[in-house]
């Protein structure tokens, strides 16, 4: 067949008559009320949003146009009333009556875009979140003879449209009436309306009032002019407290001009966590956005909470939260650049409030100063660490030992700490967050400094090392004791170090820690898994027990003749050791301890040998030895 005789075997194409959808109006409000929105205290927001807009666009024509927004809540209903552009009959079929069509389209308004709060064209439907039915009076502006017209729309998707008397609304403007749906009424009661329109709309341009009571409160604290730096801050904790429920530690400007951004940050009184998600309140045109604005700033910045007014951060389309887009990470950086600056100028100036702040706040300034090595070198003298000549900064550790070693965590610190600081050896606990990689980072912002990891083979070899005929003379003491701890891959080395009432010391490293690890899951495992286990044996030294040949009470285990009190009391050692570094302490472990704190019970009541069959054994443990 060829392509002709194709062609023409193909039926013919009719047209197909078009659709439009039909939208569920209640469906579409159960969508906003609960995906959408994070609470319909939202509808107000909408409201407002609605008639800032207006103004501005009537004053882009009219610059002398009045500007004010007036809210009257009675029991069940709200009237609102704006001085805005108003529409006329045709606007209310095109714009009102259109889902998702917005009057910020108009023509001739969408190059003042810009200017306008709402961006997303659903309006009014959002307060069907609370109202059964909206009723809205305008007179259009642009149309000097134009009647006033009414629009009046239930929940279930039905409106009307009629033309009114000009008495009806003589202004041009707008005026939206709301009637409570079931359950709804609380969301439209005068003191919640005061509320909500002073928490949405403290920051905004035009004359707000519910009522007679004032909406707006400008200029923003920021803003304002004061007497003196002292009674600046003094007003700004007070605003803080009133809005956040804390009095900061300080506060920081934050003006980013490029951006549209005036605003501040409050410093907390009191540590947080870093795995915090630190919640900011952001306006918009001075339209509150969100007051849990969480990619402001960066990470580790989350001592601060910022509240702030922008002209440029795009909104989603909640209106709830800021959009994740080039502007926002150049807006981040900005505002992080100005609370690095702060940290400078306190660690050059103001030292005393620098040392407040780190006291509370150490984690926040070493995560930045991981990244930043300014900021590092800056806060050299100031950033606090534990180490073994108390808690210093890195600067003055430096300055007092040739090399700087650390541990890389809390417990190897609390292994070798006591040890080390006795042989003069300064170790810092690098185990603590940001710590260690800190340290490593020292010789980048200091030359010529030396870090080194303190690990086993470190400590050990600051040791003094035992006459080797004195050792020779406990060989067998340490063999039995080498054989008594086999069983936990446990290695026995004797040296000689103050202070001399340590009579021993556990240590160990990270990869004696992890073959410890896979030995005891190699012992658990089936046959399979004990195999591949199995192939992955390391060469990795293990654990090790150092007595101490200079402690009275282990020369006197040295010098026992009993092979099976010799191994108790090696074991509770082992035990003691483990219990001085604070090693949490593994199932063997617990056994071990368990064991020779019963041998040595029986030991010292009975004065023999706690694995003896003497018959006070047999009476101590009963017939079956139990």
């Not at 069509?101 to 810009?114: P, V």
């Not at 300080?250 to 966590?273: N, T």
Request: charged letters at 25%; aromatic letters at 6%; a negative charge.
């Amino acid at each position: 067949m060829d392509s002709q005789t194709s062609k023409s075997s193909q039926p013919s194409q009719s047209p197909q008559p078009s659709h439009t959808f039909q939208v569920d109006l209640r469906g579409l409000v159960d969508l906003l009320s609960h995906h959408l929105y994070s609470s319909p205290r939202v509808y107000l927001r909408e409201l407002l949003q609605n008639a800032v807009d207006a103004i501005t666009a009537r004053r882009a024509e009219q610059p002398d146009a009045p500007a004010r927004v007036r809210l009257y809540a009675e029991a069940g209903s709200l009237r609102v009333e704006d001085s805005g552009i108003g529409l006329t009959e045709a606007d209310v079929h095109s714009l009102l009556a259109t889902i998702g069509r917005s009057s910020k389209r108009a023509e001739g308004l969408e190059a003042a875009r810009s200017d306008f709060l709402g961006q997303f064209g659903i309006g009014l439907l959002a307060c069907f979140v609370v109202a059964e039915r909206i009723r809205v009076v305008s007179r259009s502006a642009r149309t000097p003879d134009a009647l006033p017209v009414e629009w009046t729309a239930s929940d279930d998707g039905s409106y009307t449209v009629r033309t009114l008397a000009p008495e009806a609304r003589p202004e041009p403007g707008t005026t939206v009436h709301l009637v409570a749906r079931a359950g709804a009424g609380e969301w439209l009661a005068p003191e919640r309306v005061l509320t909500l329109a002073r928490d949405f709309g403290a920051l905004l341009p035009y004359d707000v009032r519910v009522g007679e009571e004032a909406v707006t409160d400008l200029p923003a604290p920021w803003d304002r002019s004061y007497v003196s730096p002292a009674g600046r801050r003094v007003a700004l904790a007070r605003h803080c407290h009133e809005l956040f429920g804390f009095t900061p530690l300080d506060s920081i400007e934050l003006d980013v001009p490029l951006a549209g951004i005036r605003g501040v940050a409050y410093v907390l009184p009191s540590a947080v966590s870093p795995a915090q998600r630190a919640t900011h309140r952001v306006h918009l045109k001075g339209m509150l956005l969100t007051e849990r604005a969480e990619q402001l700033l960066p990470d580790w910045a989350f001592f601060v909470r910022c509240v702030l007014d922008t002209d440029s951060l795009r909104p989603t389309a909640s209106r709830e939260s800021l959009y994740e887009d080039e502007t926002l990470a150049a807006v981040r950086e900005a505002l992080g650049e100005r609370i690095r600056a702060w940290l400078t100028g306190l660690a050059a100036g103001d030292p005393e409030r620098l040392a407040a702040f780190l006291s509370v706040h150490h984690l926040g300034v070493k995560s930045l100063a991981r990244h930043d090595r300014d900021m590092l070198r800056t806060m050299l003298p100031w950033l606090p660490f534990e180490t073994t000549d108390g808690r210093l900064s890195l600067e003055e550790f430096a300055q007092r030992h040739a090399v700087v070693h650390f541990t890389r965590t809390v417990e190897e610190y609390r292994q070798v700490a006591p040890i080390a600081s006795a042989q003069g050896v300064g170790v810092i606990n690098g185990g603590y967050t940001y710590d260690s990689e800190l340290v490593e980072a020292l010789p980048s912002v200091r030359p010529g400094t030396v870090v080194a990891e303190l690990d086993a083979d470190t400590v050990t070899a600051h040791l003094d090392a035992v006459d080797p005929v004195e050792e020779l003379a406990v060989s067998g003491f340490l063999a039995a004791a080498r054989a008594k701890l086999d069983s936990v891959q446990c290695d026995i080395v004797l040296r000689a170090f103050h202070p001399l009432s340590v009579p021993a010391l556990h240590l160990d490293d990270r990869s004696a820690r992890h073959e410890q690890a896979r030995a005891e899951a190699e012992e658990q495992a089936d046959d399979l898994w004990a195999g591949i286990l199995g192939s992955l044996r390391g060469s990795a030294p293990r654990a090790r027990l150092v007595l101490n040949h200079l402690n009275p009470l282990v020369r006197r285990i040295a010098s026992l003749g009993d092979a099976e009190l010799i191994g108790t009391a090696v074991e509770s050692l082992y035990g003691q050791a483990l219990l001085m570094a604070q090693r949490p302490l593994r199932p063997a472990d617990t056994a071990l301890l368990n064991r020779a704190f019963l041998g040595l019970l029986e030991w010292a009541t009975h004065g023999e040998s706690p694995h003896g069959d003497s018959s006070h054994g047999e009476s101590a443990h009963g017939e079956d030895g139990r």
